[in-house]
């Protein structure tokens, strides 16, 4: 749809909800007829405008600030009839304040978030440092060992090959290559600083528990699955190591 409608939520504020987003009437609706090529490509544009479209009123709603379907409805169906009951400049002065009041209120909700996953967060690394068979690194990292292998352990140059399962301390999954059913293999220094302290611990054959404090994850960031201030846990295990090149071959290799 981005293809054919360049709208920015503002813009697409104007535009709104279809029929689809009116609270339920009493009579009966009319059938609709996706018979023809013309019908279905008419239906397709007003249905992903609604569909588009709800993420955001209800985005909007979410954040405590009302929104009236009725009158989405009312311009939606006036600006198709060129009916407009405010001028251009008007409505634009409108969506900008209302884009600003949504900033506001989505800045004010991520800092309220990011507090509470970072006392939430303390709690968990104190509560868990207390269990029998964890350890605790110099950095904060803490691990377990549930399985201990027999292989050789990887440098932070090495690449590894894994199986993992990450989830926040609530017992969300936030990323699983054991779900994927794919093993996941990356050079170890290129990846969080809690994956490459904590790996390095592990001999080929091993699966470890971590428990990774934010300041060795993604920090104050919010990458959406995971929110600013997160402990994760990882339970991993290693399957495999390429070792690094010496660096006297790969200059060799460069020329």
């Known amino acids: 749809m981005k293809s054919?409608?360049?709208?920015?939520?503002?813009?697409?504020?104007?535009?709104g909800l279809t029929a689809c987003n009116q609270?339920?009437?009493?009579?009966?609706?009319?059938?609709?007829?996706l018979e023809?090529?013309?019908q279905k490509q008419a239906y397709s544009v007003g249905a992903s405008i609604g569909k588009y479209m709800s993420g955001h009123i209800k985005e909007q709603e979410e954040l405590g600030l009302p929104v009236d379907r009725s009158l989405i409805i009312q311009g939606f169906s006036n600006g198709l009839n060129d009916e407009l009951k405010l001028t251009e400049e008007e409505m634009q002065t409108v969506l900008?304040?209302?884009?600003?009041?949504?900033?506001?209120?989505?800045?004010?909700?991520?800092?309220?978030l990011a507090e509470k996953a970072?006392?939430?967060?303390?709690?968990?690394?104190?509560?868990?440092?207390?269990?029998?068979?964890?350890?605790?690194?110099?950095?904060?990292?803490?691990?377990?060992?549930?399985?201990?292998?027999?292989?050789d352990k990887p440098s932070a140059e090495d690449t590894?090959?894994?199986?993992?399962?990450?989830?926040?301390?609530?017992?969300?999954?936030?990323?699983?290559?054991v779900a994927r059913g794919q093993s996941a293999k990356f050079p170890l220094n290129r990846v969080i600083p809690g994956w490459t302290e904590g790996v390095q611990l592990m001999s080929v054959g091993s699966k470890y528990r971590f428990v990774i404090p934010s300041?060795?994850?993604?920090g104050s960031r919010d990458t959406g699955?995971?929110?600013?201030?997160?402990?994760?846990?990882?339970?991993?295990?290693l399957l495999s190591i390429e070792k690094a090149a010496p660096a006297a071959e790969e200059a060799a290799a460069a020329k």
């Open 4 to 15: 054919i409608y360049k709208m920015s939520l503002v813009a697409l504020a104007v535009v």
């Open 23 to 33: 609270e339920q009437k009493t009579t009966k609706p009319a059938e609709v007829k």
């Open 36 to 38: 023809t090529q013309a």
């Open 96 to 112: 900008q304040g209302l884009d600003e009041q949504l900033n506001e209120k989505r800045q004010a909700q991520a800092t309220a």
């Open 118 to 151: 970072k006392a939430e967060s303390a709690a968990f690394l104190e509560a868990n440092k207390a269990k029998e068979g964890v350890v605790t690194t110099e950095s904060g990292l803490q691990y377990e060992v549930i399985t201990e292998g027999t292989g």
């Open 160 to 177: 590894v090959e894994v199986h993992y399962v990450g989830t926040l301390t609530d017992g969300t999954e936030f990323d699983s290559s």
């Open 215 to 218: 300041e060795l994850a993604y």
């Open 225 to 237: 699955s995971i929110p600013a201030n997160s402990t994760l846990i990882f339970e991993v295990e």
